[in-house]
């Protein structure tokens, strides 16, 4: 799969990172859409991941909901989603299966445990957001007025505008790069 990005990231607006901890994760709670090849390489590694949750989430068997659909973007043209569980503690009252106590992924926390990029485990859909696909497969940013304003989202409004591609400078580089995307 090939990427390439819309003009959208071109625009400059006046937005910046939230920053963790000040983000509350916000997109982890509807859970995401996984890459059936993204599920098999987790589950793969659930040695390396099931540490890093609570011990009510460490069964593998519980991480994805088993329904499937077709997805065009992924390389194995067919997703599932991940469980999402009641967590009365996150925005919104559920959380992602992956989600911990501190808002921070599992996944990304196993991977930098162990020595690897903090996204190693982490699924396409969860390194792409807030970004998202067009129509036409190419990376966007939808409008930001929503999510700026969303306390516990990843964008926060700023005071001096930003080229979009710079700002996800660094999620571009790993989805197009290191992916090989």
Request: proline share 8%; hydrophobic share 35%; charged share 25%.
């Amino acid at each position: 799969m090939t990427l390439s990005l819309s003009a959208r990231l071109e625009e400059s607006e006046p937005v910046a990172r939230c920053g963790w901890p000040a983000c509350k994760a916000a997109c982890c709670v509807y859970g995401v859409w996984v890459d059936l090849q993204e599920v098999a390489d987790i589950r793969a590694h659930a040695a390396l991941i099931q540490p890093h949750l609570p011990p009510e989430h460490r069964d593998p068997d519980g991480w994805f909901d088993g329904e499937t659909e077709p997805d065009r973007h992924t390389p194995s043209k067919t997703v599932t989603h991940t469980r999402v569980v009641a967590d009365p503690d996150h925005y919104g009252g559920s959380a992602c299966v992956f989600l911990r106590g501190d808002h921070r992924c599992a996944l990304q926390v196993a991977g930098e445990a162990n020595g690897l990029h903090p996204w190693r485990f982490k699924p396409f859909y969860c390194v792409l957001h807030p970004l998202d696909l067009d129509d036409h497969g190419r990376i966007t940013l939808d409008e930001v007025r929503f999510m700026v304003d969303e306390p516990a989202s990843c964008l926060r409004r700023s005071e001096k505008p930003v080229v979009l591609r710079e700002l996800f400078a660094e999620e571009l580089e790993y989805l197009t790069v290191i992916r090989g995307q």
